[in-house]
């Protein structure tokens, strides 16, 4: 149902992009405080929306995949700015939801 290696390679893109605007954000006092949210959910969506083009199974094969691949990276990304303490736990719980 869901495409593994497609899965990995859009969920990969997506965490490295995740990471490096978080440590911009650790570094850039400007960019945590206007960009973490809007920019993770954003990172998440285009994630996802890479894994649904690149598989081209449809609308429900794609969907699911593309929340599974915007929720692993939001994850990933999030967990990776609680350990150097840009956001607090929930943040990483409403993020990773929202995304």
Known sequence: MIVTA?????A??????QLLMFVLGHFIP????????FGSMMIAATAG???ARE?????GRGALGG?????ICALLGL????????VDRL?????TLSA
């Open 6 to 10: 497609s899965l990995e390679r859009t």
């Open 49 to 51: 929306y890479l894994y």
């Open 91 to 95: 943040s990483v719980l409403v993020g």
């Open 12 to 17: 990969l893109v997506g965490t490295v992009t």
């Open 30 to 37: 400007w960019v945590a405080a206007n960009v973490f949210g």
């Open 67 to 71: 929340a599974v691949v915007g929720g």
């Open 55 to 59: 598989v081209e199974l449809g609308y």
């Open 79 to 86: 967990i990776f700015a609680f350990s150097l303490h840009d």
